[in-house]
């Protein structure tokens, strides 16, 4: 299942429950690093999300979140306060932008990765210089040519690579453009399935998420599942 709010909309939620340091600890710390007030919003925003949605799947009450034991473990660094987030009983991933943050969770025994990104119709699309040969594959560069909307798909590719390497726990650590994600055919319900060559062949499923006109969205798992969607009302009811 996964769950996205702006972080204002979490903000209010989380207020009602102590404020961030209460239901966050240690994890709040994170975001004193970070220069822009809206950044550090999104990134407390983004954790406090994902403890709620695991607090809801557990069936345990919002007022228990605080208590859930969830880790970080970065590939360079080990155990940490940053990296893939972790808990014994689920599989767990998020992803925040400075206007929406998604949090997902999953049975343990599957990889799971979830990505957001600003789409075209915002300002700041995080299309840069040399994304083309960066991000892309020779054969998501074809489909450029075809394309309504280049923009739309560079981020589309880029989501899903954002995604998929995320739900190895490795990150952008393996080149982008070595992953032919557009080139997948789709499966049951939007599902595409893709080999991660540099990853000793690991076959991985991607879908699109709908999150609205401004944002693009990608879950990565292990094998396609069923998706649920909610929504903070449903964690409060």
């Known amino acids: 299942m996964f769950l996205s709010a702006s972080p204002q909309q979490v903000t209010a939620l989380v207020q009602g429950l102590g ?21 550090a919003q999104a990134l407390l925003s983004s954790r406090a999300l994902l403890r709620l949605l695991l607090a809801h799947e557990l069936g345990v009450g919002l007022g ?26 689920r599989t767990l991933s998020m992803s925040r932008t400075r206007e929406l943050v998604i949090a997902a969770v999953a049975p343990a025994q599957l990889l799971l990765g979830v990505d957001v990104e600003r789409g075209p119709s915002l300002n700041s699309t995080g299309i840069f210089e040399g994304f083309d040969d960066t991000v892309l594959s020779l054969a998501e560069k ?14 589309n590719a880029f989501s899903a690579k954002e995604a998929l390497l995320k739900s190895l726990g490795i990150g952008l650590r393996i080149a982008p453009s070595s992953i032919d ?27 699109e998420l709908q999150l609205g006109p401004e944002h ?3 879950l990565a798992a292990s094998r396609p599942l069923p998706v649920r969607q ?5 964690l409060v009811r």
């Open 19 to 39: 404020g961030y340091e209460q239901l966050l600890g240690a994890e709040a710390s994170a975001a004193r690093k970070l220069k822009f007030p809206a950044d």
């Open 64 to 89: 228990q979140a605080a208590a859930l034991d969830i880790t970080r473990h970065c590939p360079d660094c080990g155990p940490s306060d940053h990296g893939q987030p972790r808990h014994a009983l």
């Open 142 to 155: 074809a489909l450029l040519a075809e394309a309504e909307n280049p923009d739309q798909l560079r981020l």
């Open 181 to 207: 994600a557009l080139g997948a055919s789709q499966g049951l319900k939007g599902w595409a399935r893709v080999k991660i060559a540099h990853a000793g062949g690991q076959e991985l499923a991607w879908r």
């Open 216 to 218: 693009i969205g990608t």
């Open 230 to 234: 909610l929504t903070l009302q449903d």
